[in-house]
């Protein structure tokens, strides 16, 4: 990808003693980390570390992966009855995410994954906005839907904090509200992106661009695919206590969610040159 992406965040500490800290990404080779350490007293060479985006963009999605899979586990060993009882009283053998991530130690693992990866995430969508701005400057329509998917982006983000830190054990309402806004505004967000990639891909000659894209409309499709199944075996098993139903719809709800982070995770293409670099430097101190 042809064009650089400015991003600059600076950090100040309240008690201005720790100096400046700035969040540069620029070209970069490859996957390089790097930490360049400054004096013990005279701090006269500043703190540096470099990660590719690449790494960053994993970690994201790797995080939210590695506590799903952790809190459905535990679920299944430990808190089987639990987690997969239902107000049906019919056999059930998977528990659904919600039932997962409301008990404990799981809430706690979940929790900490999804704070934890917050971050690195809204950066992830500010960096796409910046290069939607750059690359379709003189175009008003994908202008405006560049605004509109970092908006989106935002809510997709909010909703899945939301449905995280209000479980269905503590407010049944919110942590619906959180979930549907979360489905709501992920599919609307990968929406606008295959639509922005569309362009992208009609005006570029990189092989990267148009793999992007191919895989976005792949995981957009199988992510509708595999809501439309879900809300079918939920509906299913509200209506007709159905044995099996349950089962189905917290398979598919698994789908959905990886789904979603395989859709993220094509992030790795489109900043694969790109690095995250994080400065910080000390002023010296007179004791």
């Given at each position: 990808m ?15 003693r ?21 004096g ?26 590695l ?64 290069f ?9 329509s994908?202008?405006?839907l ?6 989106f ?12 830190y ?51 409309v ?15 075996f ?14 189905l ?39």
């Open positions: 042809s064009s650089s992406i400015p991003l600059s965040i600076k950090l100040n500490s309240s008690t201005e720790s100096g400046k800290s700035a969040i540069k990404q620029q070209k970069s080779g490859g996957v390089s980390e790097m930490l360049q350490g400054s013990i007293l005279g701090h006269d060479r500043p703190l540096v570390i470099r990660v590719s985006f690449s790494t960053c963009v994993v970690g994201t999605v790797g995080l939210p992966l506590g799903l899979i952790t809190c459905v586990f535990i679920s299944s060993v430990f808190h089987y009855e639990d987690s997969t009882g239902t107000h049906c009283q019919v056999p059930n053998y998977l528990p659904s995410i919600s039932a997962s991530i409301s008990l404990s130690p799981e809430c706690h693992i979940w929790r900490f994954c999804i704070g934890l990866h917050s971050a690195p995430r809204l950066l992830v969508a500010f960096t796409y906005f910046k939607y701005k750059t690359r379709f400057a003189s175009k008003f994908e202008s405006l560049s605004c509109l998917n970092l908006a982006s935002l809510l997709e983000n909010l909703g899945l904090l939301l449905l995280t209000v479980s269905s054990s503590e407010t049944y309402f919110v942590h619906k509200e959180g979930f549907v806004l979360f489905l709501v505004s992920s599919t609307i967000h990968m929406l606008i992106t295959c639509r922005l990639w569309k362009t992208i891909k009609k005006y570029s000659l990189s092989p990267e661009d148009a793999k992007s894209h191919y895989w976005k792949r995981f957009l499709l199988l992510n509708l695919s595999f809501c439309a199944f879900a809300g079918f939920f509906w299913k098993h509200n209506v007709f206590c159905e044995s099996g139903s349950y089962t719809f917290a398979l598919f709800e698994y789908l959905v969610v990886f789904s979603n982070m395989a859709f993220h995770l094509t992030a790795v293409w489109d900043f694969k040159s790109r690095e995250v670099m994080v400065i910080s430097s000390s002023e010296d101190k007179d004791f």
